[in-house]
């Protein structure tokens, strides 16, 4: 089935230009699909199997000598968030080449977006490594008692908290736009646009809501970012087989 193309830059392309753009949606798609999928498992793996383990709340004393024992679990968490960072960039890249040929300036406001959440995260996961320079670093053992040391960085592992979640706005945000764009294109399917786009609402809302409500717990964006997960396995299923033809877009 041909679709009516949104590029109209594609229309009576030679062969060769054509099966150029074809390789370049392809690999993006596929990029983008398996950033996505090893972001996930990483950031899961950190967050949830290295960090928040070893941290026990409101007991500073006890999370300092938990870390302190599993330094090294701590400190491999660190380096997957730190390669999360990474693909972050990467994917930002790859789905601006994916929806350029829908709206260019939305692509790459979407791109920026993503990179300046990028940004925010890098100086989230910089808390962590204070807190073990807290708790480990000679300058600060002299300078500090050990009960001040340990609420430090267990301030710090918070901060993190905090940080990274007050830079879900710009995340969310980006997902809204990659929503947008999908839905306007003619080659993904219009469902998939909006479970995107409602994904970056539910981001939105846990980060406005933890700024303005103390202690929120609730997380939207835990029952909505089940449009990410449809992204990311249409761009791996079904994103490699799209098609540029003279006369349109089709999804082979």
Do not use: C, M, N
């Given at each position: 089935m041909t679709i009516t193309p949104t590029t109209p830059q594609l229309r009576g392309a030679t062969t060769d230009t054509l099966e150029a753009a074809n390789r370049g949606l392809r690999r993006s798609a596929l990029v983008a699909g398996f950033g996505l999928l090893v972001m996930a498992v990483l950031a899961a793996g950190a967050n949830f199997g290295a960090i928040q383990r070893l941290v026990t709340e409101g007991d500073a004393?006890?999370?300092?000598?938990d870390v302190l024992a599993s330094e090294g679990l701590f400190r491999l968490g660190?380096?997957?968030?730190?390669?999360?960072?990474v693909l972050d960039i990467v994917v930002a890249w790859a789905l601006w080449r994916f929806f350029a040929p829908v709206d260019t300036g939305v692509a790459t406001l979407a791109a920026?977006?993503?990179?300046?959440?990028?940004?925010?995260?890098?100086?989230?996961?910089?808390?962590?490594l204070g807190a073990l320079r807290m708790?480990?670093?000679?300058?600060?053992?002299?300078?500090?008692?050990?009960?001040?040391?340990?609420?430090?960085?267990?301030?710090?592992i918070h901060s993190f908290q905090d940080i990274w979640h007050?830079?879900?706005?710009?995340?969310?945000?980006?997902l809204v736009l990659i929503g947008y764009l999908a839905y306007?294109?003619?080659?993904?399917?219009?469902?998939?646009?909006?479970?995107?786009?409602?994904?970056?609402?539910?981001?939105?809302?846990?980060?406005?809501a933890g700024l303005l409500v103390a202690n929120y717990s609730f997380s939207v964006a835990a029952v909505t970012a089940i449009g990410e997960v449809f992204l990311m396995l249409w761009l791996l299923v079904k994103g490699r087989n799209i098609t540029l033809k003279?006369?349109?877009l089709s999804p082979c």
């Open positions: 004393t006890r999370t300092a000598k660190i380096a997957a968030l730190v390669v999360v960072v920026w977006l993503r990179l300046l959440y990028a940004a925010v995260f890098a100086v989230a996961i910089g808390q962590l708790l480990g670093d000679a300058k600060y053992l002299t300078a500090f008692s050990i009960d001040q040391r340990h609420a430090e960085a267990l301030l710090k007050a830079g879900l706005a710009l995340f969310g945000l980006h306007k294109s003619s080659y993904v399917p219009r469902l998939l646009g909006v479970l995107v786009v409602i994904a970056g609402a539910g981001y939105l809302l846990d980060s406005f003279g006369g349109g």
